[in-house]
């Protein structure tokens, strides 16, 4: 019997990638704003081919190297500290103008009442009131 040999019929075409987009892939790879399943299926490859462009360009990822990937990305950690110190300089911003407000609270004061408050507060306890407990007060 004669059989009949056919030829398979590829339905997909058959992709090929310049130099240039397989760097930029890796490229982006390493820089963690792509990952190598979002790659493959931006460009329809497979993933093995974008790993196969990874080991043939990239720099820092390589067959056999290990990579460490911790929790929270240093990126991650320096927006959160950057978020911290913006907190942090807000409440500043906010104990300044009490500050400022309390000062020319006490310049009016000053001025209605023709004391000067600040001074008067520097004197220490009038002689008639009793120290607190549990202070230190210097007497035996």
């Known amino acids: 019997m004669k059989q009949k040999t056919q030829r398979k019929i590829s339905i997909v075409p058959t992709k090929r990638f310049s130099e240039g987009i397989k760097r930029k892939v890796v490229k982006d790879i ?8 979002q790659a493959s299926r931006e460009l329809d490859a497979s ?9 043939q360009y990239s ?5 056999n190297k290990i990579m ?33 407000f309390l000062n020319k609270l006490i310049e009016f004061a000053d001025e209605e009442y023709k004391i000067d408050i600040k001074k008067n507060l520097a004197k220490g306890p009038s002689p008639g009131s009793k120290p607190g407990k549990g ?6």
């Open 30 to 37: 390493e820089n963690g704003t792509a990952t190598v399943l």
């Open 47 to 55: 993933e093995q081919s974008i790993y196969r462009w990874i080991y």
């Open 59 to 63: 720099r820092y990822l390589a067959k």
């Open 68 to 100: 460490v990937v911790e929790d929270q990305s240093e990126s991650y950690r320096t927006k959160e500290l950057e978020k911290r110190l913006k907190e942090a300089e807000a409440a500043l911003g906010r104990k300044q103008m009490e500050i400022d």
């Open 135 to 140: 202070k230190n007060t210097g007497t035996t």
